[in-house]
């Protein structure tokens, strides 16, 4: 039986670039892509030119999803990897495989939140699922530490 726990470590890249591919889609719906400096100032003031506002403003939300989705990475697989070496060297369950799925839980309603949120006030909602990724990756790796201890 393979070890889900290392499995959520793919499917969290693939949930991390979702957000680029939707933005994507959307800009090319509307306008021209252009992918030789997609990052470039050129093709970011073309965009924002070319779109309607409210199209810009989708595809920025859906880019930081993306961004923040892959500056999670490294921390989400620390607490992945110290889960599994904690209960692999143990022989202890510490919940790994839940901690994943809770974790991929919280990153998709942080996704659907950042992507779809356009007030401040709704923004909060996003920084709360945020906070609980990050605490439950920290918490993750506190307990793997007291197993390993």
């Not at 892509?33 to 070319?50: D, M, Q, V």
């Not at 992945?80 to 904690?86: I, Y």
């Not at 401040?120 to 920084?127: F, V």
Request: hydrophobic share 45%; net charge positive; glycine share 4%.
């Amino acid at each position: 039986m393979p070890d889900y726990s290392l499995l959520a470590i793919p499917a969290y890249t693939i949930l991390s670039v979702a957000p680029h591919a939707y933005a994507l889609s959307t800009v090319k719906k509307h306008t021209q892509w252009s992918n030789a400096n997609s990052r470039g100032e050129g093709n970011i003031s073309h965009l924002k030119k070319t779109l309607p506002p409210a199209v810009f403003a989708l595809y920025e939300r859906a880019e930081a999803a993306h961004k923040n989705s892959m500056e999670n990475l490294p921390l989400f697989i620390a607490a992945t990897l110290s889960g599994v070496f904690a209960e692999k060297l143990t022989r202890t369950d510490i919940g790994n495989a839940q901690f994943s799925a809770v974790f991929l839980g919280i990153r998709v309603l942080y996704t659907l939140l950042y992507i779809n949120t356009t007030t401040e006030s709704a923004s909060h909602a996003r920084s709360l699922t945020w906070t609980a990724g990050l605490a439950t990756c920290f918490y993750q790796i506190y307990k793997a530490a007291v197993a390993l201890a």
